[in-house]
Structure formats: C-alpha cells, structure tokens
C-alpha cells in the first residue's frame, strides 16, 4: 500500500509540472535503471550506458542535477518565454528568435537534415531533461515550457552559433548600440597541439584553453560520455547541448578558438518613398514580409504582454530604423546540423573520420586545433565563408537593391586556411591570424585566398607571447608545454588595439608626483603573478584606457598628456579605494564565488587570460578568461588527460563541487581525467541512475507526435 501511495504521489506532481495537453515522441530510453552517472573526487559525471541516446539521457539527467537553472533558460529561449522568467534582456532575447526565425529554420530542416541516429541521441537528451523536470517540480521555473523536444535543443544551438557570427554586432550598429543583447559571444581562446618532431618524448601533446565567462548561458561544463557504440570522450559543453564540444577521446582530440572572417553581411534596401514595405532589387519590387510576435516580459508584480513587428526580405532579417532598412545575411542561419557535427566529431577515431565529419560544413565559425595518437595534428581556420562578388567591399554596407550582393553558395572545406603536419611541430591559434599558425617558415601565405573572405592578419600579444617562449626551447618537453599554456607574461613587443609603449617611457624624475607608480611599471617583468604590484597597476591603467577606446575606436595611440591623466587616475584610484599605492594584484583582482574570495592571477591578452569587472571597494572580480582547461598526452598506451574548471562541477550552492576547484585553478594545477572504465569505476565516489520514470502510469498517457 505504502508503494502504491509513492507511485500515485509522483503521478500527481508530474502533472502539476507537465501541462494536461503535452505531447511527447515515445520515450527512447524506456529503462534509465540501465544508465550509470559515477561521480568522481570532484563530482564530474561519467556516463556509462549501452547506447549513445542512453548517454545523452544520463547526460541531461546529471547536467540538470548540477544546474538545472541554467539548462531551463536555455530552452526557454528557443521557446521565446525568456522574457516571462528574466524581464526586459529576456524578451529581447524570445525577439531576436523571432525576427531570425530561428525556429523555423529549425522545424523546416528537421525531418531531412538530421540523421535519425542524433535524432535518438537528441530524444535521449530531451526525455533526461524531461524526467528530471518531473521529478523535481518546485525546481521547474516556467512549467508551460515543458517538455523539452529535440527541436528546442537545435533551436538553442543555432542561436548560439548565429551569436557567434556576429550577429549581435550588426543588430546593435542597425539600432545605433541601443539593444541591450545578452553578451553571449566568448571573448577568446588559446588551442596548441605539439607532435613528435618538437616534443622531448615523441608524444603528442594538446591544449584546450578557452576564454569564456566563468559564469552563465556560455559557461562550460565538464563531462565524460561512454557508451558501448564507440562513444567515449572526455571534455567540455555549454549548457543544452548533448555532446562534447571541444575534449578528447581514446584516439584524437580538438580544441576551438574564435575566429573573425567576414561571415556576416549588412544590406540597406532601396525602399518606395511611396509604400514603406516595398523595396527595389534590379528594378523589380518586393515586399517585406511582415509578421507581428507576442512577447511576455515578466516586471515586478505582472507579465507585460507586448507586440513587435518583424521583418523579412530576400536577405534575411529585416529591421526598419530612422536611418533606414537594413537586412542582414550569415550562414549562421542557414544550417540546423551543428550540434550533429559535433557529435560525428566525437566519434571518430582517426584524422580520417575527423576531417570527414568537417566535411559537412556546418559550423559557421570557430578555428580547430586537433592533435592524435598517430602523430597527427592539424589546424584550420573553420568556417562556413560565402562565394562572393570581389566587385563589391564586403566589409562596408552593401547595396540591397541588386542580385549581385545576393549570395547563395559558401566555399567548400579545402578553400580555408589549414596546416597539417608542419615540419616545425607544431600549430597553435590564440585568436590571431591565420596565416601565423605554425614556425614562420612553415606558415602558408595570405596570397591566393579569396579577399572577400576577410582573414584577420593581425597577430596578439598572445601569439607574440608563444613564439617568444618557443623561439627558447629547440625541443618540448610536457611541463614546458604546460608552462606555456600557463604563462603570464606579456610580451617584450606589446600588441594592444591601443599603443601604450609610451606608458614605459616616462621620466620618473620629471614626474615626481607619481616618480613611485613609473618606476614600479618600469621594472614590472610583465607577468600578472597575484604578488606583482606592477600587475596591479597595469590592469587599472588597462580597464581605464580600454574604456576610452570601447567610447571612441579610433583611438589608436596614447600620447604623453594621456599617460600622465592616467597615473593621475591610477593614483587617485588607489588611494580612494585601499588608502595605498602600494597593492598587488591579487590584492585587487579576486576569484569569487559565493562568500568565497580568492587572490586571482593573469591579465587581459596573457597567455593565461582573465579580464575582470568591478566587484566592491576598488577590487575586480575575473568574469572571462581561462575558466575549463583540458591537457592531453596522447601516448601508446592512451591518452593521458588532466583538467581544472575554475569554480566546480556544479552550479548549486550548498554542493561541495560548487566550488571545490578554485585553489587548484588559483595555483594553474589538474586534476587527473581517466577514458578508463575500470578506473573510473574503482576510484568512484558515488554510483547511481536516473529515477526509474518509464514504469509509472504517467508514461501510458504520453501522446504520440510532437508539439
């Protein structure tokens, strides 16, 4: 009887979470009791199960239990019900979904463009995140937004890699910088894969070292996926997605950097003076297609209901201003199948596999550093360009009145920039140009490559930084390589958007109010070390100039006055805010969380990156930079694989992996990552499934179809 009440007391609570009209694929995994979530020392779940749609449902389940929060919000966003949880940023959010048509693009490509083995995978995911959901109803923000369907999860992704083209940017210079978007694009990325002509050990060795923001929609998640249909891989995902997204499995491994070609094209249409719909393209015209969304914004005490416009025109999104109507294209909008992508990348099992599931070209950006266990490694500037008109200058605003700027075709795989093997050993990327991947003697050149493509050329102080440290070591031993991808140092020559050489110039004897603050950055040695005081000043002085140039980007160079106004404001600064001069920087920048404060080490553009944002009495918090770091060495025996998030695996206040991992990231160590079933499950802290959901009456009543 006691059992009975249990069974009849879920039913009802999954009801009150699951709308009366929900309408569900059947479950694909009808047996979760088969799916192992094994917690190591430090709570990263390893997933075991016998297939991959079984993993992806133990991924879900695992990822929902260690911040359920953040995975709601992603798919409330590709429901367009962000706006009825977070307010104003939310509904701009559910807008621009709208106005990019994201979801139709998704609904209209389903059926044809995904394989009907990620199909399982995604449903895999969804019935995770759905049982969990059920389980846990007071912990459900918007029950409407259940369940989730495989389309919410492709949804969700294609915004994220649409953002990451830039989309963002062109919508906020269309309004004048008057859109508060969600900041979601990354800021950078380091990626180095070193093979046996450069390493002491005949090894091959790969660093994943992206610069996120340590918290929220872009946060990355550590996790290890294993099922008995060849998927085993250690790595990284950011909330909503069902695979690995850059790690390592039992042959290769790839790391991803962002990149900067010309992805993303703005069109100003000639409209008719006399019909405000109509535009001219080859002297025919056409008409906007306009639709009018709903949209909920949740404000103190009540849900706002508004309606918006939107716009469509033969480019794509339209959007009509006070200066004009502007239409944007990318081809960050015109493929579904990322996600999938990924997931053939996380399967294969050689370079050969690897490089033939780049062949379905549907990532729209990001650089790829990959390196295996047969010697191998390779980088390539990703990206999916399009075949454009050279007549025209791509960089400006383009004429939206001819057929001509209208592109339809991208170039294929083998037209990118890519290194293989290079004699030097060696490929890296840290944001910087494409054409400087390897040893300057093995870098393929900029000639012959579509200029419409618009290649960044510049390098970094990063990519300077890497040639110095390499230019000291004619072979590569695995701590040195660790030491590079932890290095602080800026380099002798620095590389900044502004040149601040001058800074290093002034005269302390005829400056003698601020004689103390020259000679300390003169006799900095420019590492951001957490004792250095010159590392101190240099980050004020560089948030206090960056702020300068984000206002006015044609601000290029400092001149003398400007160095003296800003010791003058260091000055005053810390004087205000520490009663001192006399501060090091991990004094100043700290490591947060929850009550939790730390000293913090690295500076903007070092290799070990952080970028900060004020906190409270003068002190900087570190928001984007190094955050989930994975190192491989891939020897005969396997891969050996050591890894640190900067915070923990999980996002729950109150877990003991909330914030277990802040010293160790603070003091750049690992921790150690097995691919190893047996060792996994010997050295295991806790073992358990997802609740067994399948055999309660609820399931019976589950529709057939979707939503």
Same mark, same amino acid.
């Given at each position: 009887?006691?059992?009975?009440?249990?069974?009849?007391?879920?039913?009802?609570?999954?009801?009150?979470?699951?709308?009366?009209?929900?309408?569900?694929?059947?479950?694909?995994?009808?047996?979760?009791?088969?799916?192992?979530?094994?917690?190591?020392?430090?709570?990263?779940?390893?997933?075991?199960?016998?297939?991959?749609?079984?993993?992806?449902?133990?991924?879900?389940?695992?990822?929902?239990?260690?911040?359920?929060?953040?995975?709601?919000?992603?798919?409330?966003?590709?429901?367009?019900?962000?706006?009825?949880?977070?307010?104003?940023?939310?509904?701009?959010?559910?807008?621009?979904?709208?106005?990019?048509?994201?979801?139709?693009?998704?609904?209209?490509?389903?059926?044809?463009?995904?394989?009907?083995?990620?199909?399982?995978? #995604?449903?895999?995911?969804?019935?995770?995140?759905?049982?969990?959901?059920?389980?846990?109803?007071?912990?459900?923000?918007?029950?409407?937004?259940?369940? !989730? %369907?495989?389309?919410?999860?492709?949804?969700?992704?294609? #915004?994220?890699?649409? @953002?990451?083209?830039?989309?963002?940017?062109?919508?906020?210079?269309?309004?004048?910088?008057?859109?508060?978007?969600?900041?979601?694009?990354?800021?950078?990325?380091?990626?180095?894969?070193?093979?046996?002509? %450069?390493?002491?050990?005949?090894?091959?060795?790969?660093?994943?070292?992206?610069?996120?923001?340590?918290?929220?929609?872009?946060?990355?998640?550590?996790?290890?996926?294993?099922?008995?249909?060849?998927?085993? !891989?250690?790595?990284?995902?950011?909330?909503?997605?069902?695979?690995?997204?850059?790690?390592?499995?039992?042959? /290769?491994?790839?790391?991803?950097?962002?990149?900067?070609?010309?992805?993303?094209?703005?069109?100003? #249409?000639?409209?008719?003076?006399?019909?405000?719909?109509?535009?001219?393209?080859?002297?025919?015209?056409?008409?906007?297609?306009?639709?009018?969304?709903?949209?909920?914004?949740?404000?103190?005490?009540?849900? @706002?209901?508004?309606?918006?416009?939107?716009?469509?025109?033969?480019?794509?999104?339209?959007?009509?201003?006070?200066?004009?109507?502007?239409? !944007?294209?990318?081809?960050?909008?015109?493929? !579904?199948?990322?996600?999938?992508?990924?997931?053939?990348?996380?399967?294969?099992?050689?370079?050969?596999?690897?490089?033939?599931? /780049?062949?379905?070209?549907?990532?729209?950006?990001?650089?790829?550093?990959?390196?295996?266990?047969?010697?191998?490694?390779?980088?390539?500037?990703?990206?999916?360009?399009?075949?454009?008109?050279?007549?025209?200058?791509?960089?400006?605003?383009?004429?939206?009145?001819?057929?001509?700027?209208?592109?339809?075709?991208?170039?294929?795989?083998?037209?990118?920039?890519?290194?293989?093997?290079?004699?030097?050993?060696?490929?890296?990327?840290?944001?910087?140009?494409?054409?400087?991947?390897?040893?300057?003697?093995?870098?393929?050149?900029?000639?012959?490559?579509?200029?419409?493509?618009?290649?960044?050329?510049?390098?970094?102080?990063?990519? @300077?930084?890497?040639?110095?440290?390499?230019?000291?070591?004619?072979?590569?031993?695995?701590?040195?390589?660790?030491?590079?991808?932890?290095?602080?140092?800026?380099?002798?020559?620095?590389?900044?958007?502004?040149?601040?050489?001058?800074?290093?110039?002034?005269?302390?004897?005829?400056?003698?109010?601020?004689?103390?603050?020259?000679?300390?950055?003169?006799?900095?040695?420019?590492?951001?070390?957490?004792?250095?005081?010159?590392?101190?000043?240099?980050?004020?002085?560089?948030?206090?100039?960056?702020?300068?140039?984000?206002?006015?980007?044609?601000?290029?160079?400092?001149?003398?006055?400007?160095? %003296?106004?800003?010791?003058?404001?260091?000055?005053?600064?810390?004087?205000?805010?520490?009663?001192?001069?006399?501060?090091? /920087?991990?004094?100043?920048?700290?490591?947060?969380?929850?009550?939790?404060?730390?000293?913090?080490?690295?500076?903007?553009?070092?290799?070990?990156?952080?970028?900060?944002?004020?906190?409270?009495?003068?002190?900087?918090?570190?928001?984007?930079?190094?955050?989930?770091?994975?190192?491989?060495?891939?020897?005969?025996?396997?891969?050996?694989?050591?890894?640190?998030?900067?915070?923990?695996?999980?996002?729950?206040?109150?877990?003991?992996?909330?914030?277990?991992?802040?010293?160790?990231?603070?003091?750049?160590?690992?921790?150690?990552?097995?691919?190893?079933?047996?060792?996994?499950?010997?050295?295991?802290?806790? %073992?358990?499934?997802?609740?067994?959901?399948?055999? #309660?009456?609820?399931?019976?009543?589950?529709?057939?179809?979707?939503?």
């Amino acid at each position: 009887m006691k059992k009975l009440c249990v069974v009849v007391f879920l039913c009802s609570t999954a009801f009150a979470v699951f709308p009366q009209n929900s309408r569900l694929d059947p479950l694909i995994v009808d047996d979760p009791s088969r799916i192992d979530i094994v917690r190591d020392a430090y709570g990263v779940p390893h997933i075991f199960a016998k297939t991959d749609p079984e993993v992806a449902y133990g991924l879900a389940w695992a990822h929902a239990e260690d911040d359920f929060e953040t995975l709601q919000k992603a798919f409330l966003a590709s429901k367009t019900m962000l706006g009825q949880h977070i307010g104003r940023d939310g509904a701009m959010v559910d807008y621009i979904i709208h106005l990019l048509r994201l979801r139709e693009l998704v609904n209209l490509n389903y059926e044809k463009d995904i394989s009907p083995a990620f199909k399982a995978v #995604l449903q895999g995911y969804c019935d995770g995140f759905n049982a969990y959901a059920y389980t846990h109803p007071k912990e459900v923000l918007e029950k409407k937004s259940l369940p !989730i %369907i495989p389309q919410d999860v492709l949804t969700y992704s294609v #915004l994220q890699l649409a @953002l990451g083209c830039g989309v963002e940017d062109a919508l906020r210079k269309i309004n004048n910088g008057t859109m508060p978007l969600v900041g979601w694009e990354p800021g950078g990325s380091n990626a180095f894969a070193f093979n046996s002509k %450069i390493t002491a050990d005949g090894n091959v060795y790969l660093a994943i070292n992206t610069h996120h923001p340590l918290e929220g929609q872009v946060a990355w998640y550590e996790a290890h996926l294993c099922s008995q249909e060849g998927w085993n !891989i250690v790595g990284s995902l950011m909330p909503g997605a069902p695979v690995i997204i850059a790690g390592i499995n039992e042959n /290769l491994g790839w790391a991803h950097t962002v990149n900067h070609p010309d992805r993303l094209d703005v069109y100003q #249409l000639e409209m008719n003076s006399d019909n405000d719909l109509q535009y001219k393209v080859d002297n025919t015209w056409y008409t906007l297609e306009e639709r009018t969304v709903k949209l909920k914004v949740k404000m103190p005490g009540f849900n @706002l209901h508004a309606k918006k416009k939107v716009y469509w025109s033969i480019y794509g999104p339209t959007m009509i201003t006070e200066r004009g109507v502007f239409s !944007i294209r990318t081809t960050g909008l015109m493929d !579904i199948r990322g996600l999938e992508q990924w997931y053939r990348m996380n399967k294969s099992g050689n370079f050969s596999s690897f490089k033939k599931a /780049l062949k379905m070209e549907a990532h729209p950006s990001y650089n790829i550093v990959y390196g295996d266990r047969y010697d191998t490694i390779f980088y390539i500037c990703n990206g999916k360009l399009p075949l454009r008109d050279p007549s025209f200058n791509w960089r400006e605003t383009l004429p939206g009145n001819t057929l001509l700027t209208l592109w339809s075709r991208t170039h294929p795989l083998e037209d990118l920039p890519q290194v293989l093997n290079p004699p030097s050993g060696y490929v890296y990327n840290t944001n910087h140009s494409p054409f400087h991947a390897t040893a300057p003697a093995d870098n393929i050149s900029e000639e012959g490559y579509d200029p419409t493509m618009g290649y960044e050329t510049h390098d970094n102080n990063r990519s @300077l930084r890497v040639m110095e440290l390499l230019q000291q070591l004619p072979k590569v031993s695995y701590e040195d390589f660790k030491r590079i991808k932890y290095d602080v140092q800026l380099p002798q020559k620095l590389a900044f958007p502004v040149n601040v050489d001058t800074l290093f110039m002034l005269n302390e004897n005829q400056h003698p109010e601020y004689a103390g603050l020259i000679t300390t950055l003169k006799t900095w040695d420019r590492k951001g070390t957490t004792d250095s005081r010159g590392a101190a000043l240099f980050g004020i002085f560089f948030y206090h100039v960056a702020a300068r140039y984000q206002a006015d980007p044609t601000y290029k160079a400092m001149t003398k006055q400007d160095c %003296i106004e800003a010791l003058a404001y260091m000055k005053q600064y810390l004087l205000s805010n520490f009663g001192t001069t006399d501060v090091t /920087l991990g004094e100043y920048q700290r490591l947060e969380r929850g009550n939790r404060s730390i000293p913090l080490p690295g500076l903007p553009d070092v290799l070990a990156a952080m970028y900060s944002t004020p906190t409270e009495n003068g002190r900087v918090k570190g928001t984007v930079g190094d955050c989930y770091i994975a190192l491989a060495k891939f020897t005969k025996d396997g891969p050996e694989i050591e890894s640190v998030n900067c915070f923990g695996a999980s996002n729950r206040k109150g877990s003991p992996h909330y914030d277990d991992q802040m010293e160790l990231f603070q003091q750049q160590k690992t921790h150690r990552m097995t691919l190893r079933r047996d060792e996994v499950y010997r050295e295991a802290k806790a %073992i358990y499934h997802p609740e067994v959901l399948s055999k #309660l009456p609820l399931t019976a009543r589950l529709t057939k179809g979707r939503r």
